[in-house]
């Protein structure tokens, strides 16, 4: 349905300004990536309305969106399974419960994931150079520091999910 939307968004686009614009099948691409994420969003909002944890359900995703974005990790290639997965995992994060003492123990590990791993998968797919990858890691580092200051367990247990991701390879790229 998603992919069906951006051709037909990108095709409208294209005959508007064919000279102007990029090739359908790249405005396509980039149509999918936005509409699938748009879609996460949406159905993230909702269903924590429901779920009654809307506020940390929210704040836990734009962290993990933000540290996600300097880290790098592993992509699911098919689109819709990624915004499910996504949805899955922002929506139960604040429904797993750990103990102060072990968020303090998490926020350690995941630090560490980080100064091993991150970024990950970046080389191959961002357009950022590599002179910048040592940057991103202490990006990445005291984003999951932070939660040192806050103590917040649904941060802790979105860091683990996206600790998790940096330890796989993907097919078409690096890994760093």
Known sequence: MIEKLALSIAT????????????IEVMKF????ILHTLSAVVLVIIISLFLGKPWVTLYGMGYFMFLRFFSGGYHIEKSSLCTALSVLLMCAAPFIPL???????VNIANLLMMLLFAPANIKGFARIPEK????????????????FLFNNPTLAVLTIFQSVLL??????????
Do not use: C, W
């Open 132 to 147: 910048y990858f040592p940057i991103l890691k202490l990006v990445s580092m005291a984003i999951v520091a932070a939660n």
């Open 167 to 176: 330890l796989f390879k993907q097919r078409g790229g690096e890994t760093v």
């Open 12 to 23: 409208s686009i294209k005959r508007v300004d064919a000279e102007q614009t990029p090739s």
């Open 99 to 105: 103990d102060e003492k072990y968020v303090y123990m």
């Open 30 to 33: 980039s149509l999918i990536t």
